[in-house]
Every structure is written in C-alpha cells, then in structure tokens.
C-alpha cells in the first residue's frame, strides 16, 4: 500500500483493506493500492484517460496471465465526495472502488452494456459478503458521476 502527496494516513484498518482484496482476487496476484490526492488522481487520469479531472478510481494492469499484476489507484477526496453525494458510508463506497478495480484488472469491464452488468452482479455479488448493500440500488436522487458504470448511470 501507498500513500500519495497529502495522504497521511490510511482510510481504513489495512486489515480491512487487504480483506476487501482477498475477495475480489480470483487467484495468484501483485497488488498495489496507491491512495491519492485530487492532484495526483487529476494528473494520471489526464494522463492515462485524457480526462481532466480526479476520478475515484484508475486501474493499471499489466498482465492478464495466471497472475493478476496491477496498481489501482484510490483518490480519497473523490471517493469522500462522492459516498456524502451518494448518502453511503465512506467504508462501503471504498470497499465497492477497492473491488471495482481489482475485477478490472482481472479482465471485467463495463463496456458494453452486457460486460457491465456481469461486473455489476460480480461487484453485488462480493460486497454481500461484508454486509454492504448493492451500490447500485441506494444512490441518492439527483448524485451524478460521470465515471460510474453505464448501467448505473
């Protein structure tokens, strides 16, 4: 784990953290979770994605072979704003990025629209485990993230 520029300290326990990992990893695996700043998250997503804003969650992957090898950054100011947008716990909406991204980087996307409901379900799927609620049922009315999942939108 890694603590970007103006990050002091982690969110949550690195137990829970490493748990919420361990569900969402179907095998052998190399993960880094680097938690950022709005700069840093800003700056790579502009880099990578060609967006010009912090985005709550970017997943680098780098071999799709037996073992799953990827950094997935984690922008914690995002992911603040966006669980008090949404009326959810903090903990929940970073365990739902925190899987989010892993299932990325094993190969799941959310496009196209099929590919995303099979990430969602998997998504749903993996977070019952900890007892939290499907993300996808308990937005606030009128929250907005251009980054969600099509399906969600």
């Known amino acids: 784990m890694q603590l970007g520029p103006g990050i002091t300290e982690l969110p949550v326990s690195r137990s829970?953290?490493?748990r919420w990992c361990?569900?969402?990893?179907?095998?052998p695996s190399r993960i880094v979770l680097r938690l950022v700043g709005t700069g840093e998250g800003r700056a790579l997503n502009r880099r990578?994605?060609?967006?010009d804003h912090?985005?709550?969650v970017l997943t680098f992957d780098y071999t799709h072979?037996?073992?799953t090898i990827a950094d997935i950054v984690l922008c914690v100011p995002v992911i603040r704003r966006e669980a008090k947008?949404?009326?959810?716990?903090?903990?929940?909406?970073l365990a739902h990025l925190v899987i989010h991204g892993l299932l990325h980087a094993q190969g799941y996307d959310h496009e196209p629209d099929a590919a995303a409901r099979t990430m969602e379900l998997r998504e749903v799927e993996l977070l019952r485990r900890p007892r939290i609620?499907?993300?996808?049922r308990c937005r606030a009315p009128g929250a907005v993230d251009d980054d969600r999942p099509a399906l969600a939108r």
């Open 133 to 136: 609620h499907d993300p996808y």
């Open 85 to 93: 947008q949404a009326g959810r716990p903090f903990d929940a909406h």
């Open 65 to 67: 072979d037996a073992e």
């Open 22 to 27: 361990r569900l969402a990893l179907a095998g």
């Open 54 to 56: 912090a985005t709550n």
């Open 48 to 51: 990578y994605r060609g967006r």
């Open 16 to 18: 829970r953290l490493r």
